[in-house]
């Protein structure tokens, strides 16, 4: 179950009761007023995934504002939390990817909206592969 962060923690807290019962969890997508304490506070409560959300139209390397959220969560203790990264990724942005910071991607419309979904995600896969693989070299 998603979260959207904003919300606030009795929110969080109730998603996360909710998601136990179900045998679920929650992830706490981050809004645009988000703090360190908020971050640390949903963890603290059982959080395990935290979302970065991107917005506008820039490409990934061109969007500052993620790489400087994702900066920011990289110097917080987040335990066994994990960050995904989400929002208007598409094959071009994750082909050249040199942003660090998160542990996994949610991609949707650069695989729903192609003509050849298999092939889209093929080659999503193939370009996370690559990146993750220049970066360790790095």
Do not use: C, K, Y
Not at 3 to 22: F, I, T
Not at 36 to 50: I, N, P
Not at 99 to 111: N, R, W
Request: glycine share 14%; net charge negative; hydrophobic share 50%.
């Amino acid at each position: 179950m998603t979260v959207v962060g904003e919300s606030g923690l009795g929110v969080v807290e109730g998603a996360l009761a909710a998601a136990a019962e179900a045998g679920g969890e929650v992830e706490v997508e981050l809004g645009p007023g988000w703090t360190e304490d908020d971050v640390l506070s949903w963890v603290a409560a059982g959080a395990r995934h935290v979302i970065a959300h991107r917005s506008g139209s820039a490409s990934l390397r061109e969007d500052t504002a993620i790489g400087a959220t994702l900066e920011r969560l990289l110097a917080i203790d987040l335990g066994q939390a994990r960050v995904t990264l989400a929002g208007g990724l598409s094959i071009g942005d994750l082909a050249d990817l040199t942003i660090v910071g998160f542990d996994t991607v949610a991609v949707g419309s650069a695989i729903v909206g192609a003509d050849d979904p298999t092939s889209a995600a093929a080659q999503i896969r193939q370009a996370l592969d690559a990146a993750e693989e220049r970066m360790r070299v790095a």
